[in-house]
């Protein structure tokens, strides 16, 4: 069993209830512990609280040098990482190799976005000298996601440290492992005892850190969660809230001259790790016709084609769902489609290897109607045809969400019009929705997030600006009616 809880540089038992996690390729476990108590959370709260005014206090560049060591105790650790992602969530091996190389680089992205969004500035004036500097909230409390179990959570907690916060992080059930790597890594490159806490746990460990003395929260998840998250912060401008929520994410794809290169950015988009990407595309928006008839029909094969394996079989493209559950809630989400009028041009359906396993599916919902705006984190593209590019811009933004959207044409009008006029905060062209830079800014209107957007501009919500006029000594300002 599993220490799930470290709180003051050391990791003791849970005393709550006991919870699992089972390889989703495999269907052993991968994972198992006690949930943190409510009284186990207030103590790390309350850790991090004591070590905060210390970290702050130090010089940026000693703050900045224990996360630099950090990142190298991380290349040192990749292996291991990229195995317990796989085991937890069952990623492919060449996918967790991926996020435990962004992870190492994600310091060095999250330095120089702090020097330039969050750093000091000083400017002379006639009375002396103006100021801007940027002070840390305090405690931050980062929720976890299963898809990306150590990238995302490290997204928020490095440049959190990097501006002085302190942090406690409560990891997805749903992929525990990565979290103790990390820990071990930050001790390595020499982090004080309470700057970072962890809680395992699920909901009630993360409602107990919810309702704690926390001065901000820092999600990725779904946008049922994330909603939840800030109605329950509602009248309380104090905690900062920065909610990345996913999206039910649009590509029209529009005439390119290369059919087989349009779907093979359509079916990257839709189904890249297994569809468990929240900028993943959910709706394709295709015209009417025979060029469009291609279209699709380059996407199914596709679709059929893809190699489904496990985390040792680096040929193939997708690995399982998360879950059992996840597996079967694609099937029932498909499943309200085709009663919904949708028609299915290539099943999604449960593998005999069981677990988390399902093909990749394709779904034309063109002729459905009354189809929930929702976010199915899995394998299934939905098809839309249109008559012209109007409707499908129409189409595209008929949705709450507004996270990632794009464009495939070699028609530089039309994406001057797309750019100008589909929200979505990350829109690309001739590229899949799937891909987006840390070096940029990551997150979207809508349902999508609270216009805390991550990646690069993470280095805004992990601080608050300070303005400072500053005179040597008090002078005499001789405004009108002052005695003189």
Same mark, same amino acid.
Request: hydrophobic content about 40%.
């Given at each position: 069993?599993?220490? &799930?809880?470290?709180?003051?540089?050391?990791?003791?038992?849970?005393?709550?209830?006991?919870?699992?996690?089972?390889?989703?390729?495999?269907?052993?476990?991968?994972? *198992?512990?006690?949930?943190?108590?409510?009284?186990?959370?207030?103590?790390?709260? $309350? &850790?991090?609280?004591?070590?905060?005014? *210390?970290?702050?206090?130090?010089?940026? !560049?000693?703050?900045?040098?224990?996360?630099?060591?950090?990142?190298?105790?991380?290349?040192?650790?990749? *292996?291991?990482?990229?195995?317990?992602?796989?085991?937890?969530?069952?990623?492919?091996?060449?996918?967790?190799?991926?996020?435990?190389?962004?992870?190492?680089?994600?310091?060095?992205?999250?330095?120089?976005?702090?020097?330039?969004?969050?750093?000091?500035?000083?400017? %002379?004036? $006639?009375?002396?000298?103006?100021?801007?500097?940027?002070?840390?909230?305090?405690?931050?409390?980062?929720?976890?996601?299963?898809?990306?179990?150590?990238?995302?959570?490290?997204? +928020?907690?490095?440049?959190?440290?990097? @501006?002085?916060?302190?942090?406690?992080?409560?990891?997805? %059930?749903?992929?525990?492992?990565?979290?103790?790597?990390?820990?071990?890594?930050?001790? @390595?490159?020499?982090?004080?005892?309470?700057?970072?806490?962890?809680?395992?746990?699920?909901?009630?460990?993360?409602?107990?850190?919810?309702?704690?003395?926390?001065?901000?929260?820092?999600?990725?998840?779904?946008?049922?969660?994330?909603?939840?998250? !800030?109605? !329950?912060?509602?009248?309380?401008?104090?905690?900062?809230?920065?909610?990345?929520?996913?999206?039910?994410?649009?590509?029209?794809?529009?005439?390119?001259?290369?059919?087989?290169?349009?779907?093979?950015?359509?079916? =990257?988009?839709?189904?890249?790790?297994?569809? =468990?990407?929240? &900028?993943?595309?959910?709706?394709?928006?295709?015209? +009417?016709?025979?060029?469009?008839?291609?279209?699709?029909?380059?996407?199914?094969?596709?679709?059929? #084609?893809?190699?489904?394996?496990?985390?040792?079989? #680096?040929?193939?493209?997708?690995?399982?769902?998360?879950?059992?559950?996840?597996?079967?809630?694609?099937?029932?989400?498909?499943?309200?489609?085709?009663?919904?009028?949708?028609?299915?041009?290539?099943?999604?359906?449960?593998?005999?290897?069981?677990?988390?396993?399902?093909?990749?599916?394709?779904?034309?919902?063109?002729? $459905?109607?009354?189809?929930?705006?929702?976010?199915?984190?899995?394998?299934?593209?939905?098809?839309?045809?249109?008559? *012209?590019?109007?409707?499908?811009?129409?189409?595209?933004?008929?949705?709450?969400?507004?996270?990632?959207?794009?464009?495939?044409?070699?028609?530089?009008?039309?994406?001057?019009?797309? +750019?100008?006029?589909?929200? @979505?905060?990350?829109?690309?062209?001739?590229?899949?929705?799937?891909?987006? &830079?840390?070096?940029?800014?990551?997150?979207?209107?809508?349902?999508?997030?609270?216009?805390?957007?991550?990646?690069?501009?993470?280095?805004?919500?992990?601080?608050?600006?300070?303005?400072?006029?500053?005179?040597? =000594?008090?002078?005499?300002?001789? $405004?009108?009616?002052?005695?003189?």
């Amino acid at each position: 069993m599993a220490k &799930s809880v470290y709180i003051d540089g050391r990791w003791t038992d849970g005393a709550d209830d006991w919870f699992e996690k089972t390889n989703p390729a495999t269907g052993e476990a991968s994972w *198992d512990g006690q949930s943190g108590s409510g009284a186990q959370v207030t103590d790390a709260v $309350a &850790s991090a609280r004591k070590a905060q005014s *210390d970290w702050a206090r130090r010089p940026q !560049h000693d703050r900045t040098n224990i996360l630099e060591t950090y990142a190298e105790e991380l290349k040192k650790r990749a *292996d291991a990482i990229a195995d317990a992602i796989s085991r937890d969530m069952g990623k492919i091996g060449w996918d967790a190799r991926a996020e435990a190389g962004a992870m190492a680089g994600k310091v060095a992205i999250s330095i120089k976005a702090q020097v330039e969004r969050a750093g000091t500035s000083f400017s %002379e004036a $006639a009375f002396g000298s103006m100021h801007l500097t940027h002070r840390p909230h305090g405690v931050m409390a980062v929720f976890g996601p299963f898809n990306f179990p150590g990238h995302l959570p490290n997204g +928020h907690i490095v440049p959190a440290l990097l @501006a002085g916060n302190t942090c406690v992080l409560k990891p997805s %059930e749903l992929a525990p492992s990565v979290a103790h790597i990390m820990v071990d890594a930050f001790e @390595a490159a020499g982090l004080p005892e309470g700057v970072l806490n962890v809680v395992q746990g699920g909901r009630d460990t993360g409602a107990a850190l919810l309702d704690d003395d926390i001065n901000g929260l820092l999600f990725t998840g779904s946008a049922q969660t994330g909603l939840f998250f !800030h109605r !329950h912060f509602a009248g309380r401008p104090e905690v900062i809230l920065a909610l990345e929520m996913g999206g039910n994410n649009p590509l029209i794809v529009w005439d390119p001259a290369d059919v087989d290169a349009a779907a093979d950015v359509a079916a =990257q988009s839709a189904f890249l790790t297994t569809g =468990q990407r929240c &900028s993943c595309a959910r709706r394709v928006i295709i015209p +009417h016709g025979k060029w469009g008839d291609s279209v699709v029909d380059a996407i199914v094969a596709r679709a059929k #084609d893809l190699r489904i394996g496990d985390a040792s079989d #680096d040929e193939a493209f997708i690995g399982p769902l998360v879950s059992e559950q996840a597996a079967q809630n694609a099937i029932d989400f498909q499943m309200m489609l085709s009663k919904a009028g949708g028609k299915s041009l290539r099943r999604l359906k449960r593998m005999e290897r069981g677990g988390g396993f399902v093909t990749a599916g394709v779904i034309d919902v063109t002729d $459905a109607t009354g189809i929930p705006d929702e976010e199915l984190f899995g394998p299934l593209m939905q098809i839309i045809r249109v008559d *012209d590019f109007d409707e499908a811009i129409r189409r595209a933004n008929d949705t709450k969400y507004g996270l990632s959207g794009g464009l495939v044409s070699d028609d530089d009008a039309l994406w001057l019009r797309a +750019h100008a006029e589909m929200k @979505a905060g990350i829109l690309n062209r001739n590229r899949p929705t799937a891909g987006a &830079s840390g070096a940029m800014p990551f997150g979207g209107p809508g349902h999508s997030g609270n216009f805390r957007p991550g990646a690069y501009y993470a280095a805004d919500y992990c601080a608050w600006p300070q303005a400072s006029q500053v005179s040597d =000594q008090a002078a005499r300002l001789g $405004a009108i009616g002052f005695p003189k």
